[in-house]
C-alpha cells in the first residue's frame, strides 16, 4: 500500500466520521469554544498565569488533535495526545499548589542548547523526583482516580510501545495484519465519549487553578454555562467516559 492510497482511505473515513459522530464532535466543537473564552481571563502578565497559561495552550492544542484523530479514527493516537493533555493539566496543578517547584520545571533541560551533548535531552534528577505522575496525578477525591486511568490506559496502548501498542494486529494464516483505522463503532464512539468527558474534567481543573489566583466572577459565570451545557450533554456521553462525571476538585 502506498502512502497516497492510504491518504485516500483516510480522507473518505474521515467525511464519513463527520457524519457518524456528528453529535459527539459538536460536543467538543462546544468544548473548545469555552476553553477559547476561558483563555480571554488569563492574564499572561502575570509571572503565575503565564505557566499556566501554557499548560492551558497544551490542553487546548491536544483537545483538536484528539478530535482530529477521533475523526480519521486513529483512536491510538487520539489518546496519546488525551495522554499529554492530562501530564499537563497535572503538572499545572502541582505547580499552582505549590508554586516553588516553577524553577524546578523551568529547567529541567539544563544542557539543552548544548547541541551534540550526550547528556542534551536529559532532564534533572530533581525534575524526574518531582513531577512524577505519583505527585501530579495525586488525589482520592474526582476527578483524579478518573484521570490517573485515563491517562494509565493511554499510556499502555496510545503512547508506550509495549504490547498494548499492538491492538489492532490480528494474527492471519500465519501472517499479522494491522488495522491503522478503527472500524467497530462502538469502539470509536466509548472514545469520542472518553475524550469528551477528559477535557471537560481538563477544563474544570484549570478553573479552579485560575480562581485561585484570577478573577472569580468571570470564571464562575462560564463554570455556569459549562454546567448547563454539561447537563444536556452527559446524556449523550457513557460507558468509559461515566467514571469522569463527577465534578472535578484541583
Avoid at 459527539?24 to 505557566?51: A, C, I, S
Amino acid at each position: 500500500m502506498r502512502l497516497s492510497a492510504y491518504l485516500q482511505v483516510e480522507a473518505r473515513a474521515r467525511k464519513n466520521s463527520a457524519g457518524a459522530f456528528a453529535g459527539q464532535l459538536q460536543l467538543l466543537d462546544d468544548l473548545l469554544d469555552f476553553y477559547v473564552r476561558f483563555l480571554d481571563l488569563l492574564k499572561f502578565e502575570d509571572r503565575h498565569y503565564t505557566l499556566l497559561g501554557h499548560f492551558y495552550l497544551v490542553v487546548s492544542d491536544k483537545l483538536c488533535g484528539a478530535a482530529s484523530q477521533l475523526l480519521n479514527r486513529r483512536l491510538l493516537d487520539s489518546r496519546a495526545l488525551i495522554r499529554t493533555a492530562i501530564e499537563a493539566t497535572g503538572n499545572a496543578r502541582l505547580i499552582a499548589g505549590q508554586p516553588e517547584l516553577r524553577e524546578i520545571f523551568l529547567n529541567a533541560y539544563p544542557n539543552v542548547a548544548d547541541a551534540g551533548a550526550p547528556n542534551q535531552f536529559k532532564p534533572t534528577p530533581k525534575f524526574i523526583r518531582t513531577f512524577t505522575t505519583g505527585k501530579t496525578l495525586a488525589g482520592e477525591k474526582a476527578p483524579w482516580p478518573f484521570l490517573r486511568t485515563q491517562y494509565a490506559v493511554n499510556s499502555i496502548i496510545g503512547a508506550h510501545a509495549g504490547v498494548g501498542a499492538f491492538i489492532g494486529h490480528a494474527t492471519v494464516e500465519g501472517g499479522v495484519n494491522a488495522v491503522f483505522m478503527e472500524t467497530d463503532p462502538d469502539k470509536i464512539l466509548r472514545d469520542w465519549h472518553a475524550a469528551i468527558t477528559t477535557f471537560k474534567v481538563i477544563l474544570e481543573i484549570f478553573f479552579d487553578l485560575v480562581r485561585k489566583c484570577g478573577p472569580g466572577e468571570r470564571i464562575s459565570e462560564i463554570e455556569l454555562q459549562v454546567g448547563r451545557w454539561w447537563d444536556r450533554a452527559s446524556g449523550q456521553v457513557r460507558g468509559a467516559a461515566a467514571g469522569g462525571m463527577e465534578r472535578s476538585s484541583a
